[in-house]
């Protein structure tokens, strides 16, 4: 069963840092694209950023381009999103999911809540 | 990227059919065959239902179809179910890995 379950989400103050990480298990996860996408409380869906199976191709959305920073061990079955200079509107769910072709994600984690505010 | 148009709204009493739409652009609906379908109930991470426009992964009922027509692509669900009743997105690629543009969620009401 494939499974994605992320974690580090919490409470951080505008300007902060906080990594997330997402631990997956029942498939091979070196071999497929993963994201992140994230829902702000209320709002729809935003595809926030892209790292491909080896790491060789990484892609951003441009609300958080120069912020973020995605990454993965395909060791360790993780991927991780470095999220700097933290701003009250990064306040959202924040999902791992995995990409079964051409950005259509097949899995989804539960999510992790990040909040921004002082 | 501009988000994909979908109605905020659709309902429907239980056995009938309800049609949700998703209005993009040639860049990204009507320019590729991949678009997604997600239903999200309250609280709970999004599901995909639908792929490649039309295809359903294993699991999800037939009930559930999708189509499209130019920049418009269309979820169906037939026989609806009270379990139906939640939020659905569509979603397209638009071009490369940096472009993937949702839609702002519809809102199903079983009646």
């Known amino acids: 069963e494939v499974q994605l379950v992320e974690s580090g989400g919490g409470l951080v103050k505008p300007g902060g840092s906080l990594r997330l990480s997402c631990a997956a298990s029942g498939f091979t996860f070196s071999s497929y694209s993963m994201n992140w996408v994230r829902q702000a409380p209320g709002k729809g869906l935003e595809w926030v950023s892209s790292i491909s199976s080896s790491s060789s191709y990484i892609y951003y959305a441009d609300s958080v381009k120069g912020r973020f920073t995605i990454s993965r061990d395909n060791a360790k079955n993780s991927l991780y999103l470095q999220m700097n200079s933290l701003r009250a509107e990064d306040t959202a769910v924040y999902y791992c999911?995995?990409?079964?072709?051409?950005?259509?994600?097949?899995?989804w984690g539960q999510g992790t809540l990040v909040t921004v505010s002082s | 990227q501009s988000a994909l148009t979908q109605p905020r709204s659709v309902s429907g009493s239980p056995g009938q059919s309800v049609t949700i739409s998703c209005t993009g652009t040639?860049?990204?609906?009507?320019?590729?065959?991949?678009v997604s379908w997600y239903q999200q109930h309250p609280g709970k991470a999004p599901k995909l239902m639908i792929y490649d426009v039309s295809k359903r992964p294993s699991g999800v009922p037939d009930r559930f179809s999708g189509s499209k027509s130019g920049n418009t692509a269309s979820l169906t669900i037939s026989g609806l179910q009270a379990e139906d009743e939640a939020d659905y997105y569509c979603?397209?690629?638009?071009?490369?890995?940096?472009?993937?543009?949702f839609g702002g969620g519809t809102k199903l009401t079983v009646l």
């Open positions: 999911a995995r990409d079964r072709d051409q950005l259509q994600f097949d899995y």
């Open positions: 040639s860049s990204d609906v009507g320019g590729y065959n991949y």
């Open positions: 979603c397209s690629y638009a071009g490369s890995y940096s472009d993937v543009v």
